[in-house]
């Protein structure tokens, strides 16, 4: 991989710092330098204190609802389509209730909620382990929640993989770019050797627009800022039961799920 005058001056600098006062005062530097040059909000961004997602699962009826909001994605970020799984790249996918919510088994829930795909992804941590075991600062936290990747520092070491309890990052162990079906020129492609993952669309968000994925849920997932009490999906979450998968282990994940009773789950599970 090239490096540019910039990145090596910074390594330089970096390295010399480590030589006089450790890696605390190292890790202050890059962090420092990665917000700087990351998080610039654009006229007319989407702005949040705190960034978080609800998806109704009342609302997904047909397996057409959840391919539509995985096409979405997959189509913008040039997420390239491997017919061998061991390879797969995948911001959103679906897993069973039963295995997305391990915490919640009862041993008598109905088989249907048990089978009921559910959409994954990123969960934004508030306390996010992937970004505590990155040795370059790579994937990072914003000021407005976000947990982001930047696949040009990434050397594919893949800790930040082992520390997610979510399952929710890929690693392109060939070159993604063949494998791409129609490539979105607005969006960057990646190289092999380099972790990704859902970004909240963050790049739609410097223009003022909803992440894909929630513009083409028709409803079902909704996005704003936790943090307004005036904010919609505040309004959702106080008048909704909600859940979110692994809160126990203290990350605090910013996705909630209305999942309703039986009837719901039944309408969730069928297929077109």
């Given at each position: 991989?090239?490096?540019?005058?910039?990145?090596?001056?910074?390594?330089?600098?970096?390295?010399a710092v480590f030589a006089l006062g450790g890696m605390g005062v190292v890790d202050g530097i890059v962090k420092d330098n990665v917000?700087?040059?990351?998080?610039?909000?654009?006229?007319?961004?989407?702005?949040?204190?705190?960034?978080?997602?609800?998806?109704?699962?009342?609302?997904?009826?047909?397996?057409?609802?959840?391919?539509?909001?995985?096409?979405?994605?997959?189509?913008?970020?040039?997420?390239?389509?491997?017919s061998d799984s061991k390879h797969e790249v995948k911001w959103i996918w679906t897993d069973t209730f039963e295995h997305a919510f391990?915490?919640?088994?009862?041993?008598?829930?109905?088989?249907?909620?048990?089978?009921?795909?559910?959409?994954?992804?990123?969960?934004?941590?508030?306390?996010?382990?992937?970004?505590?075991?990155?040795?370059?600062?790579?994937?990072?936290?914003?000021?407005?929640?976000?947990?982001?990747?930047?696949?040009?520092?990434?050397?594919?070491?893949?800790?930040?993989?082992?520390?997610?309890?979510?399952?929710?990052?890929?690693?392109?162990?060939?070159?993604?770019?063949?494998?791409?079906?129609?490539?979105?020129?607005?969006?960057?492609?990646?190289?092999?050797?380099?972790?990704?993952?859902?970004?909240?669309?963050?790049?739609?968000?410097?223009?003022?627009?909803?992440?894909?994925?929630?513009?083409?849920?028709?409803?079902?997932?909704?996005?704003?800022?936790?943090?307004?009490?005036?904010?919609?999906?505040?309004?959702?979450?106080?008048?909704?039961?909600?859940?979110?998968?692994?809160?126990?282990?203290?990350?605090?994940?910013?996705?909630?799920?209305?999942?309703?009773?039986?009837?719901?789950?039944?309408?969730?599970?069928?297929?077109?």
């Amino acid at each position: 991989m090239s490096i540019d005058r910039r990145d090596f001056l910074k390594m330089i600098g970096a390295s010399a710092v480590f030589a006089l006062g450790g890696m605390g005062v190292v890790d202050g530097i890059v962090k420092d330098n990665v917000e700087a040059e990351q998080f610039r909000p654009e006229p007319g961004a989407l702005l949040a204190k705190q960034w978080a997602m609800v998806i109704d699962m009342r609302k997904f009826k047909t397996e057409g609802d959840y391919k539509r909001i995985i096409s979405a994605c997959n189509n913008i970020h040039n997420i390239p389509d491997f017919s061998d799984s061991k390879h797969e790249v995948k911001w959103i996918w679906t897993d069973t209730f039963e295995h997305a919510f391990p915490e919640q088994e009862q041993g008598y829930a109905p088989e249907s909620l048990k089978e009921m795909p559910i959409p994954l992804l990123c969960n934004h941590c508030e306390n996010p382990p992937c970004v505590r075991v990155c040795p370059t600062k790579a994937t990072f936290k914003r000021k407005d929640g976000l947990v982001m990747q930047d696949m040009h520092r990434c050397i594919g070491c893949r800790f930040c993989m082992a520390a997610c309890p979510y399952g929710s990052r890929s690693f392109n162990w060939t070159d993604p770019r063949p494998h791409i079906k129609k490539e979105n020129p607005d969006y960057p492609t990646r190289m092999r050797g380099v972790v990704e993952k859902c970004t909240f669309c963050v790049e739609r968000l410097a223009e003022g627009k909803m992440p894909a994925c929630v513009e083409a849920s028709n409803g079902a997932m909704m996005f704003g800022d936790l943090s307004d009490p005036n904010s919609e999906i505040r309004k959702v979450l106080e008048s909704n039961y909600t859940i979110r998968r692994k809160s126990e282990l203290g990350t605090g994940p910013n996705i909630y799920y209305i999942i309703g009773g039986a009837d719901n789950a039944r309408e969730g599970a069928k297929r077109e």
